[in-house]
């Protein structure tokens, strides 16, 4: 079903006291039409600790202190938790939110195709995954100072949204926030330092990112003087054709593009840095963490192209290899792992169904359940004394493989699923040669026939 919303602002007023008639203008400001209460209500009610009331005129107003809840559309019943409102949405045409309500909720307006105008109030820190999604009536939206995180698909596919403005606190902008947006010929951001945002592959969307189709060629992006350079010269900034500061006539640059000059894509996630070569080979670089990413329908998905990738070299300086990070890369077929990684997240390798062997570095602690689960291709595994945890399902479904070489001298203590599929019958088990009792009595790799020595 198709929702119609509009956000509407009466700044500190509680409930009662918004009960007037209110029109939105052409200024993305909703005005008092006269000073009548609304006598004629349409719903009320409460979600979380907030109040909603829409009257007949189709005013939404949400007021109150504290966040609004998450909601959720979704085919399976169990999961599926719209907002309130939900069932008034054709009525609505107008929406505020109070100036206590501290973050709009996932899918608070998704599909909602009547919205013209939005009204933020000024404590609203989080702007939730798809809160606007499919919007296609909204032009216009001012995104306060209060503002720090733009969650994954916020404004997708507001195809009439003309004019954005982000306000100087926003350092957090989601995946595909504002794509398919294609009327954009305005935004205007207020953040000194450029957001660190990323155009992205998923197989499920194939190449997506923050913004789509013309919108490089035709939209002026307007930003801080002093900081016009810092975006001409970033990731996805970059790309717009015109950039200039705000306030300051005909002072466009046209972006130094800052191109990978030997690679077909590069770019930076967080802090680390990835580019990805012709000849297929993914090199992740850089000081600190990988990000986690995620898979759904507001996933926060990896920024390479995960089927031109043949290899992967993991530089020194990295320290952790993030959730789902190479999920389904199947046209992986080796890794290499440097010796600063204490610790590989869950499904990072998740059906790479190519990758051969892997060996897993001294430094590493712990491997995430599911890691390596539905490599199906995977016929050798070597696991470093340093691994003391092993989650679930690591290597199920592995049903290749055919050597496991374990320098740990005490068993991990590790549940049945690790090795789901496995036949242990015919994958050999190598352990340091004063452990072969030890594994030979440890729950599960007692289960492995062929327990050897390593040579």
């Not at 919007?135 to 997708?156: E, M, Q, R």
């Not at 990978?260 to 930076?268: E, L, M, R, S, V």
């Not at 297929?280 to 995960?306: A, C, E, H, R």
């Not at 499904?347 to 995430?368: E, K, Q």
Request: aromatic share 12%.
């Amino acid at each position: 079903m198709t929702k119609f919303l509009i956000f509407l602002f009466c700044g500190l007023m509680s409930v009662a006291g918004c009960n007037q008639n209110l029109k939105p203008d052409d200024n993305n400001v909703c005005k008092l039409e006269d000073d009548n209460v609304c006598t004629t209500p349409i719903a009320s009610g409460t979600t979380g600790t907030l109040t909603w009331v829409l009257c007949k005129d189709g005013t939404l107003t949400i007021s109150g202190k504290g966040e609004m809840p998450d909601y959720e559309y979704h085919t399976e019943p169990r999961w599926y938790s719209p907002p309130p409102w939900h069932e008034y949405q054709s009525d609505i045409t107008c929406v505020t939110i109070g100036n206590e309500v501290s973050n709009i909720g996932n899918s608070a307006f998704y599909e909602c195709s009547k919205i013209s105008v939005v009204a933020i109030g000024n404590s609203v820190n989080v702007i939730g995954e798809g809160a606007f999604a499919y919007c296609s009536s909204l032009k216009t939206v001012d995104i306060p100072n209060s503002v720090n995180k733009i969650g994954n698909c916020a404004f997708y596919w507001c195809q009439n949204l003309k004019s954005v403005t982000i306000g100087k606190s926003v350092n957090e902008i989601g995946t595909a926030a504002f794509e398919y947006c294609d009327a954009l010929d305005k935004i205007v951001n207020y953040q000194e330092t450029p957001q660190i945002i990323r155009n992205i592959y998923s197989e499920r969307l194939g190449f997506t990112g923050m913004f789509s189709g013309d919108i490089y060629d035709n939209c002026m992006l307007y930003v801080p003087v002093g900081s016009v350079e810092a975006y001409s010269c970033a990731e996805v900034w970059r790309d717009f054709g015109k950039i200039g500061a705000i306030g300051v006539p005909n002072s466009f640059v046209t972006g130094c593009k800052c191109d990978c000059p030997t690679d077909i894509a590069c770019g930076t996630t967080w802090a680390i840095k990835w580019a990805l070569s012709s000849e297929g080979v993914l090199t992740i670089s850089g000081k600190g963490d990988m990000p986690n990413y995620s898979y759904g329908q507001w996933g926060n998905y990896t920024p390479w192209n995960k089927e031109q990738i043949t290899a992967l070299v993991i530089n020194d300086g990295v320290t952790y290899i993030g959730n789902f990070s190479f999920l389904r890369c199947h046209g992986l077929k080796s890794v290499t792992i440097s010796n600063s990684v204490t610790s590989i997240g869950y499904g990072a390798f998740d059906y790479c169904s190519r990758l051969a062997s892997i060996t897993i570095p001294n430094s590493v602690t712990s491997i995430g359940g599911g890691a390596f689960n539905l490599c199906t291709s995977l016929t050798s595994v070597t696991i470093p004394n340093s691994v003391i945890s092993i989650g679930d399902g690591t290597f199920s479904d592995c049903n290749n493989l055919i050597e496991i070489i374990n320098y740990q001298e005490i068993p991990q203590t590790i549940k049945e699923n690790v090795f789901f599929n496995v036949d242990k019958t015919k994958c050999t088990l190598f352990v340091p040669a004063g452990s072969i009792e030890l594994y030979r009595s440890a729950e599960v790799w007692k289960d492995f026939e062929n327990i050897q020595a390593i040579q």
